[in-house]
């Protein structure tokens, strides 16, 4: 680029601004093909548990939907909150099928290609699912009435864990603007 001094009304060179910095193919961003798993398999999830109750399709051991057969068995034994379906864990889960889904895919389109401009939407998402879902059902299962509470908290914090521990871990990840011009 070159600029002119009114004064002498010479040219003089000046060097480019900082370019933005380029961003590292996925191989060299190993956490980003950890996230690429998990909200993958989040996106299976959301349809098998997810769906099924929002849509309103009994879960009981007699169902013919093998989804709701699935979710049954989890939930008569280590879920009966989720079992109960409680209208505000409709709403919960709605969110979950039919806003966190469709997130699910484009996360993991933009962790593959590597589109930056999905940072603060991830932040959104991450504090959603950590202060909209996790604050209230943990709440619940483990300081609910008896009859809403985990009869077997290690195994309810094995199979609901990841969808909290994988978000705050996604949202310490996009804490800095253009994420994937770096590693973690």
């Known amino acids: 680029m070159t600029t002119v001094n009114?004064?002498?009304?010479t040219g003089?060179?000046?060097a480019p601004s900082a370019a933005t910095p380029v961003n590292l193919p996925l191989r060299k961003r190993p956490f980003d093909i950890f996230f690429i798993v998990m909200f993958s398999l989040f996106i299976v999830t959301c349809i098998i548990s997810d769906a099924i109750p929002t849509l309103g399709i009994p879960q009981t051991a007699t169902t013919t939907?093998?989804?709701a057969q699935w979710n049954y068995t989890y939930s008569s034994q280590y879920d009966p909150l989720y079992m109960q379906e409680p209208l505000w864990l409709?709403?919960?889960t709605g969110t979950?099928?039919?806003?966190?889904l469709p997130f699910y895919v484009l996360l993991v389109i933009c962790l593959v290609k590597g589109f930056n401009w999905i940072?603060?939407?991830a932040v959104i998402y991450a504090t959603m699912i950590i202060s909209l879902t996790a604050i209230p059902i943990f709440g619940v299962e483990f300081f609910g009435p008896v009859g809403q509470r985990t009869?077997?908290?290690?195994?309810?914090?094995?199979?609901?864990g990841p969808?909290?521990?994988?978000?705050?871990?996604?949202?310490?990840?996009?804490?800095?603007?253009?994420?994937?011009?770096r590693r973690f």
Request: glycine share 0%; charged share 10%.
């Open 151 to 160: 009869p077997n908290p290690v195994v309810f914090l094995l199979y609901n």
């Open 90 to 92: 409709r709403f919960i």
């Open 12 to 14: 003089t060179a000046q």
């Open 65 to 67: 939907n093998i989804l």
């Open 119 to 121: 940072q603060l939407f």
């Open 96 to 100: 979950s099928a039919f806003v966190y």
């Open 6 to 9: 009114p004064e002498t009304a």
């Open 163 to 181: 969808y909290v521990l994988v978000p705050l871990l996604l949202l310490i990840r996009m804490r800095k603007p253009l994420p994937f011009t």
